[in-house]
């Protein structure tokens, strides 16, 4: 019986020194957290890069616009597609993108919307909530006339490639931007929407 005894504690023993498959067993429960964080890594980064993406794309449609005096259809069309061309090697589908000038009233200080086109066309006359550092004051602290904003607006619906650490029903980014008209007191689009009087830019 006391050989036997021996026998086991003497296995025992050389089981404890055999540092044999130990890599093996590490690598196993290393691995997993590896992957996470490597999958994590790629979604998170080219989260990041779309996101990049989206705000040149508000930018550049805000700044096309407001280079115009007069724009149409044809003329929002072209800038739409040119913002869009910026999301490559992105998908630019997912892009959900509006352009609209804004009429701030001096009275008020309230900002208007005077036109709209885009993905989700705002209703003439409704409020914009803007910064205050956006409307001009004069010295005594009065909104000054003729003041208008071009305010562009874009979403996009980014899916993550693995989907291990971000939703894999993806997630959505926005950004906006505002410039003022360059070529005139405001940029004007002729064509009234559909069933809608279109008012024309303020004089005031």
Known sequence: MSSIWSCIRV???AMRRDSR???AIEFAMIVPLMLVMLFGTIDVSSGVAVKRKVTLVARTLSDLTS?????GDADITNFLAASYGIMWPYPSAPVQATISELYIDPATSVARVQWSQGSSPRGVGSTVSISSDLIGKDSSDKTLPGQYLIYSEVSYL???I???????AGVT?????????RQSMCVTYPTPPAGTPFPPCPTN
């Open 158 to 160: 980014y899916q993550p």
């Open 173 to 181: 980014l926005s950004d906006t931007a505002y410039t003022r008209p």
């Open 11 to 13: 296995s025992a023993a």
């Open 21 to 23: 498959g130990v890599a």
């Open 67 to 71: 280079q115009s005096k007069v724009v």
């Open 162 to 168: 693995v989907g291990y650490v971000m939703a894999k």
